[in-house]
C-alpha cells in the first residue's frame, strides 16, 4: 500500500541552526501538508502546499519557515533558525485532491536544544 | 471560541461496549468532518469521513454528524483493547479544502 515517507526519524539540533525535514508524498497526491504535534498537545496545521505554491499557512508558518517541491517526488520543511519552541513531531501528509482524506507519514522528531 | 472541542477523557469503557466519542466545531460553514486515531507515538490515521448530516457506517464505526447543532461524534461498537487510542476530530473550518483543523483528542481505553 503506499505511503507517506519522511526523513529522519529523529532530529537533534542547536538553537539557531537551519533543519530540514524530508518528506515523499503518496504519488499520485496532489496537496501536500505539514503539521507538527507538540508533546501532549494538539495536531497543528504549519501549511499546505498544491500546483508549486502554498495554497494556505498558519500564523505558526512565519518568515522562518519554508516549503519546497525541489523535484517531483520530495516536499522538504526548512526552518532557518531554530527555536526551543520548534521542538515538535512534525508530520508530512498528502491528499488525492478528491475527497480531502490526508493520509499522514510516520513523522519526524525534532529535539532543539 | 476553541475552533474544534472534544473532550480528553480518559474514556474507559468494557470490552464490547459501545464507545461513544463527540466533537463540536465553530464554524457553521464547514462542510468536511473526519475522525482520526492516534496510538502514542504515531501519526494520526484516517478512520472516517463524512460531508452529510446523518450516519455514515463503516464496519463497527459510524460517524454522525449534526451541522445544525455543529456536532460531530464517533461510535465503535464491540470496542476492542486495539481500539485504544486518542481519536481525533477534524474539520475543514469554514469554506476552505485545505486547512485541516484538528481537536486535541479524545483518550479512549478499552479495559478487559
Known amino acids: 500500500e503506499p505511503e507517506v515517507t519522511q526523513t529522519p526519524s529523529h532530529q537533534v539540533t542547536q538553537m539557531g541552526q537551519e533543519v530540514i525535514l524530508r518528506c515523499v508524498p503518496i504519488s499520485n497526491h496532489l496537496y501536500f501538508y505539514w503539521y507538527r504535534q507538540i508533546l501532549g498537545q494538539k495536531v497543528e496545521f504549519l501549511v499546505s502546499f498544491y500546483n508549486n505554491e502554498i495554497s494556505e499557512k498558519s500564523e505558526i508558518f512565519d518568515d522562518q519557515f519554508s516549503v519546497e517541491r525541489p523535484d517531483g517526488s520530495n516536499f522538504t520543511l526548512k526552518i532557518r533558525s531554530t527555536k526551543l519552541e520548534d521542538s515538535a513531531m512534525y508530520f508530512c501528509?498528502?491528499?488525492?485532491?478528491?475527497?480531502?482524506?490526508?493520509?499522514f507519514g510516520s513523522g519526524t522528531q525534532l529535539s532543539v536544544l | 471560541q476553541k475552533e474544534v472541542e472534544q473532550n480528553s477523557g480518559p474514556l474507559s469503557v468494557p470490552e464490547g461496549a459501545i464507545a461513544s466519542l463527540n466533537c463540536t466545531y465553530s464554524?457553521?460553514?464547514?462542510?468536511?468532518f473526519f475522525w482520526y486515531r492516534q496510538y502514542s507515538g504515531k501519526s494520526p490515521e484516517l478512520i472516517m469521513s463524512?460531508?452529510?448530516?446523518g450516519d455514515k457506517e463503516d464496519g463497527r464505526f459510524t460517524a454522525q454528524l449534526n451541522k445544525a447543532s455543529q456536532y460531530v461524534s464517533l461510535l465503535i461498537r464491540d470496542s476492542q483493547p486495539s481500539d485504544s487510542a486518542t481519536y481525533l476530530c477534524?474539520?475543514?473550518?469554514?469554506?476552505?479544502?485545505?486547512?485541516?483543523?484538528f481537536g486535541t483528542g479524545t483518550q479512549l481505553k478499552v479495559e478487559l
Open positions: 477534524a474539520v475543514n473550518i469554514g469554506t476552505t479544502r485545505d486547512k485541516l483543523t
Open positions: 501528509a498528502s491528499e488525492d485532491g478528491l475527497n480531502e482524506k490526508l493520509f
Open positions: 464554524d457553521r460553514g464547514s462542510q468536511s
Open positions: 463524512i460531508y452529510s448530516n
